[in-house]
């Protein structure tokens, strides 16, 4: 059977494609400045191999045309990928080739995954916390009234149950809204003394704008033991803080109202970003708010099985996006649940 | 919550300026987010009289006021359609900045000059009054004199964020109280007393049935009333913390509750029914008409005030307009009550309503003070309206408060705050606040807790007063000394970073999503709507339901980042939800997924990145299967097995599930089921000594049916190589013209390795040849010609 002009074309193209690869294998490592210019003119040149085909193709039918144009241009793609790889290795990187080195011009990276950034801060809070002897807490994100609100004080009728905060599931369940339902968990499977660090998503009913999403992290610790009080926890916070941002930094406590703990306070960091003169990130005010902490209610330590007559416990649950947000001045939380590569790839 | 401090000023003295008292009160006590300045906002603001008023000559709307500042009559082009000669006025003059920005200059109005502006309330940082209505000014203001003086707003107004534990400190007593304790001022809180003398003409039966919806319920009936304005101060002092005068009766429960922090309302005594009130929970299919012309019906458990024929109020939340009073109104029922928090918070939710005085009864107010209260209201009330008198005064209050006493020793304080103190400073503080000591003890003392700090219930309560007071920052920072633990880590803690190492060293960017997908998502990966939990409140559509997998939000991650770039490789590690079986309780997964989309990546490549993933993990070996998969295309799938149990699966998403516009890229998936794996036992790999005599290599090609596994060949090879097989390595398949139909050619290095000896070529060639017959005749292989 005669070939088709299309058919012809297809097979001089496929054949070309096999030359130039027995032609590299030959060559193996031996490829220099000028066997590169050769193999590019041979192939790519004005009156190369690949022109000279594409010169027949006035021959095809009409109809095959766009068919034939396709074929063409993935071969002459990958053509031109398979020698500017050689050019890659004759330029930068290589000592084979005859071009003296130019410093200036890119290394070739490979590939380059990284954890989201909210991992990285999790990882870097853990390693934080193990150093300082924390033990690891998880726990479901699931969760049901008891330890969710009960366990840590929060009678029925607290607004924070409202359905407005709450995702609410079937049979009475619930996306948990705070990581002290997991140190719940984990001090009720221990005795003190515990060091317990839970990091993880917490879900709440909030639209989404640039300092709210839906879902978000929060790391939460808790210390029990027979001697522990509140200048503990605000030495425990200082160090973490500052080992967190990697500066100094003052802090202080405000008062602050958390059912699960009593006394009570917010932590507020000096501003990384202004050291305290005043900042939109600040408002100005020179403090940036960590979250709460304080000392464990003795009605939450009697949930979780202790003695509150024998032990106390420092407590604090803080986000994981603001320091990350902070530290890398990020203004709108939604970019971390988007996943922009272009994103990602910054941190 | 906004604080005049004009206001506190009348119970104690303000020692400290306002920035300090700002930060004191935000350290100590509450939050103040903001503070208004009205001598620095209204600086250029005057007070002018309206002399003459004439129409203005080109416009209809407008008028020419001349407005004698003072020093100086000036021409000034109004749109207030309330202007009239003889008003005092808030006049801005050319260059003032008004506070939202604008600023004045002298100006042709319509061919007439204007020298100036004479302000609105809501042009000057208030509440609108009316439509193009001016702020009219006390008659008693002098010309050219600063707005703020004129109006007594000469210090500044703190916007309070008050935390919902503390209810006293939702009116300006209790902040006073506050700032008085703080700053070691004296409080000094005013008293009243109702007049002995009743007329009691008016009959009024008020009838609780429940006293747990309603603890207490107080209330004045008062007769001959004149509703009119309220004098000046009254309006001023509202208009400082951002309401808008109304009359005398509204302002003045306005006035109290923001002065108290208790909720007062007024009924047209003549508009209710026989005379008879029932506090109560709402009847089915009730509805009300609130004051704001709003129909409402009523959930189940709202508390309601009915007449004999009607509901008339919505207890807690607002008045209704058939009992409201008017300017007409005579005779009222001045009302301040107690009801039930969790009641009324659970109604104003129902309904979506939410006013001051449900913000005021979900802190919980203080129930004893609600006929001091009273009594304060008569009293204002009389000074502006001297003819009323009292009729009657209503008082249900069946279980009267018990007195809470709680103890507080020095060496509970100093455990739990890692400070001493001493008792005599401790009681200091504790009075300030209203606490009575009840009992001097050995090192500590036993104190009652005043009525309106309902959050005070445990003696680590009462060490928080102390401790904030004191300062929080004055703690001693330190860390403790603890016993060291050698914790032993979690499985799932330490395979998750395991795992996050592997896959980023494979090139894999790390993405989060959230843990909710919707229908639309569902249906792209063919997934059904009932395997998923759904979410009773969920905010959109497109967030209804938990994830079961994490494929559908990584296929979108990947869509959205092929806008802008050519290959995509993003893992995502996090939970995912399955409904529990009959009256059980859901499951939770962790699940590993990754999505690559890359032009050359083929099936191999995708195995071998699980494989080498369990390499790196050192678990032990594991084999696949072919399964099918609802968002796989046919034929591309496989499972990940160990033994009998699933590890996940990969393979080519359907073109449904995910389309690639450009031409030949591909997306392929593989989930890892991170709990079955955390519970594979390590595979400890043995230390294998090192080869040190010569291979012997032979390259093989055979041809074999395409169905043929490789495994076969392999085990054969191994089986017959008499235990000198070393590797063996595949690094060839090909389908194509060369080879019959149905058949493939596999080529592969195979080695002979001894750790013993160096093997010769005569010792190999009959164990080569043996292995080459058996592949030939066991298993149909053809030996190709090279």
């Given amino acids: 059977m005669p070939q088709s002009p299309k058919n012809d074309i297809e097979q001089q193209l496929k054949t070309l494609e096999t030359q130039l690869e027995t032609q590299l294998k030959k060559l193996g490592a031996q490829i220099n400045q000028e066997i590169f210019m050769q193999l590019k003119n041979t192939y790519l040149g004005r009156n190369g191999k690949l022109a000279e085909i594409m010169k027949t193709m006035k021959q095809a039918a009409s109809a095959d045309r766009p068919a034939i144009g396709k074929i063409m241009n993935t071969v002459k793609t990958n053509i031109e990928q398979r020698i500017a790889a050689l050019g890659n290795r004759t330029g930068g990187g290589s000592t084979t080739g005859q071009a003296p080195i130019d410093l200036t011009a890119p290394g070739t990276t490979p590939k380059l995954g990284k954890n989201h950034p909210i991992t990285q801060m999790i990882y870097a809070i853990y390693d934080i916390f193990e150093s300082l002897n924390f033990e690891i807490g998880e726990g479901p994100e699931i969760e049901n009234d008891w330890y969710n609100f009960d366990a840590l004080n929060m009678p029925t009728d607290h607004p924070a149950r409202d359905m407005q905060d709450t995702f609410v599931l079937p049979e009475n369940l619930l996306l948990r809204t705070q990581m002290t339902a997991v140190s719940a968990r984990e001090m009720e499977q221990r005795k003190p003394p515990v060091r317990i660090i839970s990091i993880g998503k917490t879900f709440r009913r909030d639209p989404a704008d640039i300092s709210h999403t839906p879902m978000f992290h929060q790391f939460d610790g808790i210390m029990v033991d027979e001697h522990i009080n509140m200048g503990h926890l605000r030495g425990l916070l200082h160090t973490v803080m500052e080992r967190i941002f990697e500066k100094k930094l003052r802090v202080r406590f405000r008062i602050s109202y958390f059912p699960f703990v009593e006394p009570g306070a917010e932590f507020d960091v000096s501003c990384t970003i202004c050291d305290q003169k005043g900042c939109p990130t600040c408002k100005g005010t020179g403090w940036l708010e960590m979250g709460g902490c304080g000392m464990l209610h003795p009605k939450v330590l009697e949930n979780v099985g202790y003695d509150p007559m024998k032990v106390q416990g420092l407590a604090f649950g803080f986000g994981v996006e603001r320091p990350v947000m902070i530290k890398y001045k990020i203004s709108d939380i939604r970019l971390f649940y988007q996943n922009d590569l272009r994103f990602l790839q910054q941190f | 919550m906004k604080i005049s401090l004009d206001w506190v000023k009348e119970y104690t003295r303000i020692k400290i300026p306002t920035p300090e008292l700002k930060e004191q009160l935000t350290l100590r006590s509450v939050e103040i987010d903001a503070v208004t300045d009205f001598n620095d906002m209204w600086k250029d603001l005057l007070v002018g009289e309206v002399i003459a008023v004439r129409k203005h000559p080109g416009a209809d709307k407008l008028s020419v006021a001349k407005v004698d500042t003072g020093l100086k009559i000036l021409d000034i082009v109004c749109g207030g359609r309330n202007l009239a000669p003889g008003q005092k006025v808030a006049v801005a003059l ?209 508390i309601v005030i009915a007449d004999k024929d ?113 008792t005599r400073e401790a009681g200091g503080i504790l009075e300030k606040l209203g606490f009575e000591i009840f009992e001097k003890l050995t090192s500590g003392l036993k104190v009652s807790v005043p009525s309106w700090r309902p959050d005070v219930k445990i003696p680590e309560d009462a060490i928080e007063e102390v401790a904030r007071i004191q300062g929080y920052d004055s703690l001693k920072e330190g860390l403790p000394f603890v016993p060291l633990k050698l914790y032993a880590k979690k499985p799932m803690v330490l395979l998750k970073r395991a795992a996050s190492r592997y896959f980023t060293s494979m090139g894999f960017q790390e993405a989060v999503n959230y843990a909710f997908l919707g229908k639309s998502q569902l249906k792209k990966i063919s997934a059904n709507e009932s395997m998923h939990i759904p979410l009773q409140n969920p905010m959109n559509a497109e967030q209804s339901y938990l994830r079961t997998e994490l494929v559908s939000g990584l296929i979108r991650n990947v869509e959205s980042n092929l806008r802008h770039t050519e290959s995509v490789r993003l893992f995502e590690v996090g939970h995912a939800f399955f409904p529990g079986a009959e009256g059980k309780l859901p499951q939770e997964k962790t ?153 493939k050619s596999l080529a592969f290095h195979l080695n002979y390795q001894s750790l013993e000896r160096t093997l010769t070529k005569t010792e190999i060639d009959p164990i080569h040849e043996k292995i080459i017959h058996e592949l030939t005749t066991t298993l149909h292989a053809q030996v190709r010609e090279k």
């Fill in chain 2, 591 to 743: 699940l590993l997924t990754a999505l690559i989309t890359e032009e050359a990546i083929t099936f191999y490549a995708v195995k071998g990145i699980i494989s080498g993933f369990f390499t790196a993990l050192q678990r032990p070996d594991i084999d696949f299967t072919t399964t099918g998969s609802i968002y796989g295309q046919r034929g591309t799938t496989a499972s990940v097995m160990h033994k009998n149990t699933q590890l996940g699966d990969f393979g080519l998403l359907t073109s449904t599930a995910m389309k690639n516009k450009q031409k030949n890229l591909n997306t392929w998936w593989l989930t890892l089921d991170l709990n079955t794996i955390s519970e594979l036992e390590k595979n400890h790999p043995e230390y294998k000594p090192l080869d040190t005599y010569p291979a012997v290599l032979f390259d093989v090609a055979l041809i074999v049916d395409q169905a043929l596994p490789w495994k076969n060949i392999e085990e054969l090879v191994r089986a017959g190589g008499e235990g000198l097989v070393g590797t063996i390595e595949l690094f060839d398949t090909y389908i194509g013209e060369q080879i019959p139909p149905g058949k």
């Fill in chain 2, 94 to 302: 050319p260059g003032t900045i008004l506070p939202n920005g604008t600023k004045i200059e002298a100006a042709i109005i319509r061919g007439q000059e204007s020298e100036g502006m004479i302000c609105s309330s809501e042009e000057i940082g208030l509440m609108k009054e009316g439509e193009r209505h001016i702020l009219v000014l006390d008659e008693s203001a002098k010309n050219g004199v600063s707005l703020a003086k004129a109006m007594g707003i000469t210090q500044e107004v703190l916007n309070v964020d008050v935390l919902p534990n503390r209810p006293d400190l939702m009116g300006h007593l209790g902040m006073a109280r506050e700032i008085a304790a703080i700053t070691g001022a004296k409080f000094m809180p005013d008293k009243h007393k109702l007049p002995k003398k009743m007329k009691e003409t008016l009959a009024l039966k008020v009838d609780v049935p429940d006293s747990k919806l309603c603890p207490r319920y107080s209330a004045l009936v008062i007769d001959n009333v004149t509703i009119t304005d309220s004098p000046a101060w009254i309006q001023n002092r509202l208009r400082a913390i951002g309401l808008r005068p109304i009359n005398t009766i509204v302002d003045l429960t306005n006035y109290l509750a923001a002065d108290l922090g208790l909720p007062f309302h007024a009924f047209d005594y003549d508009k209710i029914s026989g005379a008879t009130m029932k506090i109560r929970a709402s009847l089915p299919d009730e509805t009300l008409v609130t004051l704001d012309g709003v129909s409402r019906s009523l959930p189940a458990g709202t």
């Fill in chain 2, 310 to 422: 009607k509901v008339i109020d919505l207890a807690g939340i607002m008045g209704g307009q058939n009992s409201a009073v008017s300017q007409t109104t005579k005779r009222i029922v001045l009302q301040t009550a107690v009801f039930d928090a969790g009641a009324v918070r659970k109604a104003s939710r129902l309904i979506g309503h939410r006013t001051d005085a449900v913000a005021l009864f979900e802190k919980g107010v203080d129930g004893e003070n609600t006929i001091n209260a009273l009594a304060k209201a008569y009293d204002i009330l009389k000074e502006q309206n001297g003819d009323i008198y009292l009729d009657r005064v209503i008082d249900e209050y069946p279980k009267k408060r018990q007195a809470r006493y709680i103890t507080f020793t020095e060496k509970h304080y100093q455990t739990l705050i890692g400070e001493p103190i001493e």
